[in-house]
Each structure stands twice: as C-alpha cells, then as structure tokens.
C-alpha cells in the first residue's frame, strides 16, 4: 500500500475563507474572493476564534504556556502585561528564566518569564527563539542584549493578556514546588493582613484588557522564590491572507462549517439543516480530541 508518508496537512487564512465562502453559495469553484469579502470573513474569523477561547470549549492543551514570575520582597501585587521578542544568540552564554535583560544600545529593560528555543544551541552560539517578557522599562531597538549574549531586531510586541491560570505553584531556591489555590475575589477580600511577609500559598487571578493582575496572600519573605503559572495564552489572530490557523489540525474543519455560519446572515444566505449539523458535529468531533479535566484517585482494596 503506497501512502503518502506525510501528516502535515495545513490550511492558511486564504484558504479557509475561501472554504467558508463555497459553504453559503458566495464562492463558485476556481473563483476568487473580492478584498472586501477576505476583510468581513478574516473580521467574523477573529470573533469567533476570540469566543472559543472561553472555558467552556476545553482545556486546549496546545495554548498552555509555563511563565515565571520572581516574587518580590516589598510588594504581594504583580501586574503583567506580557510581551514577545524575537531573538538570536550573540554569544554562548544562556539568557534564562528570571535573567533581566538589557539592551545595549537604548538601555531598556524587562525580565524574562519563558524561553522558547526554535533553533540551534546557546552552546553553539546559534540559539534562535523567542522571549516572553514581563516589567519592560523603556523601548528595545535593533541591539545586543546583555552584552553580546544575544541579538534582537526590533522592540518587543504585545503577548495578549492570557486567558486563565491553569495551574500554579511556588518555587523556593531548591526547586522544591508548592501547589497554590486560586482565590474569589470574596475569599481575597477576606484575607486580613495581607501587608504582612510570609510564604505566599494563594492567589487571586484578575484579567484585564491588555494585562493581568496577580495578587498574593502575603508579601514574600524571599526574592529566591518564584511563582510558576500555567496559563491559557490567547488564540493569535488573523492578520493576513498568509497566516497559518493557530489551531490543531482537528479543528480546520469546524473552522470551516461553524464559519460558515458565523458570516452567512451577513450574504443573506440561509442557513439549511445539512449545514448546522456540519457545524455542530465539526465542533463535537474537535471537542473530543481534547483530554477531560478530572483527576482520578485509585485506592487500595480493604478486603485484604
């Protein structure tokens, strides 16, 4: 049996729109959609991709990202307004997590809370990724970080404020990690003495438009400790024709037949039964790649 040998089938923004638009009777085979067409259906893409980012709709394993965040000593308060910046490597000495990072030349600053390595080494000096950053003071330009240990290109961008944390934990100086409970806002409010030092073991999560804000139980006795988040980033836009869908290859095609949906009211196409059972069962198939939330206790027998 000769079968392709490949499993990296992909479809581009383009692409989808034009799938979408062939759903409603807008688009005949080998045709082209008008600009117009490509900005209202890429405008109605956005929207739903920004409303299947709730919690409802699944852990979304592929959005989770681990970030970083050193304690400080004087404050319980961290507000966060995560950005990305592009890098390659200068030298062969490792920029990590927690390292502040300055630019050479413009003198900005930030501290680094994930390191994502897209190619090469830091050993062999051609280490090539991203950075998300946190607290940046002033703007990077076309420099060298940290003297000489890595190149950027440009200033950094906008990380979208993530959706939720899915986890967290407190790590101490020996790598030993604490599990911390997310609070209400009743159950923070209700916390007396929240000036006071100590060993933070809760927290209170609150998402705002551009930034998050992380407020702690207590001020940390400690700068040798950090909190470690697991958090739900956003789904990327599409911002162009050529963008690849931020999404596992399962989900193409609810993308398609749910989309299909989302801009037919504005072509005055109706909506027939075939296609609604494409979009709802699409979405239940994409759904079901998605592992469940639970956790599972196994307990010796007693009869022995």
Known sequence: MATSGSTDFSVNCLELIKAILRQIGELAEGQTPTAEQVVD???????????????????????????????????????????RLAFTSGGTTAISVGDTITGATGGATAIVCCVTLTSGTW????????????????????????????TIAANSTQYGPFNEIVEAVLRNSDSQDIPMKQLTEAEYMAIGGK?????????????????VVVKLDV??????????????????????????????????????????IEVAPEYGADISKTLAYLASDSLEKALSF????TVIYF??????
């Open 219 to 260: 001020i940390s006795t400690t700068a040798e400790s950090s909190m470690v988040l697991v958090v739900k980033r956003e789904i990327e836009d599409l911002d162009a024709n050529t963008n690849d869908i931020d999404m596992p290859r399962e989900w193409y095609r609810a993308l398609k037949f749910n989309g299909a």
């Open 195 to 211: 000036g006071s030092t100590g060993t933070p073991r809760k927290y209170l999560f609150i998402k705002g438009i551009d930034k």
């Open 123 to 150: 050993a062999g000096g051609d280490a090539a990724g991203e950075f998300l950053i946190y607290g940046q003071v002033g703007t990077f330009e076309a420099e060298e970080l940290n003297t000489n240990k890595a």
């Open 41 to 83: 259906c890429r405008e109605a893409m956005n929207m739903l991709l920004k409303q299947w980012m709730g919690q409802t709709h699944t852990l979304k394993m592929w959005l989770r990202k681990e970030l970083t965040i050193v304690l400080s000593t004087t404050s319980s308060e961290y507000i966060l307004q995560i950005r």
């Open 299 to 304: 307990q010796p027998g007693l009869d022995y």
């Open 290 to 293: 998605e592992p469940e939330d």
